[in-house]
């Protein structure tokens, strides 16, 4: 079984950063993309990033809403997914969550991801 252990997030300011980590451990795998998901307070979880491909030919994928503020980023080497989180606005407090996919397909979609992490606490202060 694959566990998935978010870290990194807490309480920030409007405009600071945050950089979230997802370790992945238990038995071996080689996921096709790796995501980061968010659930702000009455709302329906959020697509925010995804990584997927090779080391010579990653693809990156971004929400609108965090296009060129955030980016993901992965160490294969540590089976560890990254978002970096910079401007932060109060809009982005929610839960964030890591997942994998094991299989190709819409990296966007929940319905893709077979392994989710417990999420974790983003809050960002006006």
């Known amino acids: 079984q694959v566990q998935l252990i978010e870290s990194g997030g807490g309480l920030v300011q409007t405009g600071g950063s945050l950089r979230l980590s997802c370790a992945a451990s238990?038995?071996?795998?080689?996921?096709?993309?790796m995501g980061w998901f968010r659930q702000g307070p009455g709302k329906e979880r959020e697509f925010v990033a995804a990584?997927?491909?090779?080391?010579?030919?990653?693809?990156?994928y971004y929400a609108d809403s965090v296009k060129g503020r955030f980016t993901i980023s992965r160490d294969n080497a540590k089976n560890t997914v990254y978002l970096q989180m910079n401007s932060l606005k109060v809009e982005d407090t929610a839960v964030y969550y890591c997942a994998a996919a094991t299989k190709h397909g819409i990296a966007s979609t929940t319905t893709l991801y077979d392994y989710w992490g417990q999420g974790i606490q983003v809050t960002v202060s006006s």
């Open positions: 990584i997927w491909g090779s080391a010579s030919s990653t693809t990156y």
């Open positions: 238990g038995r071996t795998f080689s996921p096709y993309a």
